[in-house]
């Protein structure tokens, strides 16, 4: 594999990560309606599964590129496995409360959802 493909095939879930982040914010300032909340909320929780694809992209592509660096197989999973706890409590965190408003509860599903999700596409980059 070219160095600049790896690289390019790496770039790839961050620049989609930073998509999801960016209209994930502009849908939640957009309208206070409970859809926009929902749609916002899972938009920005997206970004979890992208950076859990860049750590596994980074994984794989060094692998077939360079080699094993045992630095690297040990950073790249946990930095996925933070991010999907990360997804994971923030869905845990809307229903939580002892107030919860439907729009929390769908969110706060497709959220936790989303951070097991990225709990699976990391479990790929560690092994």
Same mark, same amino acid.
């Given at each position: 594999m070219n160095i $600049?493909?790896?690289?390019?095939?790496?770039l790839i879930p961050?620049?989609?990560?930073?998509?999801?982040?960016a209209l994930g914010g502009f849908v939640l300032e957009s309208s206070g309606q409970s859809e926009y909340f929902v749609a916002g /909320?899972?938009?920005i929780s997206l970004a979890?599964?992208?950076? %859990?694809?860049? =750590?596994?992209a980074f994984i794989i592509i060094s692998?077939?590129?360079?080699?094993?660096n =045992?630095? $690297?197989? =040990?950073?790249?999973?946990?930095?996925? $496995? %933070?991010?999907?706890?990360?997804t994971m409590?923030?869905?845990?965190?809307?229903?939580?409360g002892n107030d919860v408003m439907a729009d929390e509860f769908v %969110?706060? /599903?497709?959220?936790f959802g989303v951070g097991m999700i990225a709990a699976c596409v990391s479990t790929v980059a560690s092994s």
């Open positions: $600049y493909i790896g690289w390019l095939f790496k961050l620049i989609m990560g930073l998509i999801c982040i /909320h899972v938009l979890a599964i992208c950076l %859990a694809l860049f =750590t596994t692998q077939l590129t360079r080699g094993v =045992t630095f $690297y197989n =040990t950073l790249f999973p946990i930095i996925g $496995y %933070a991010g999907s706890i990360i409590i923030w869905g845990w965190a809307l229903l939580a %969110a706060g /599903h497709v959220i």
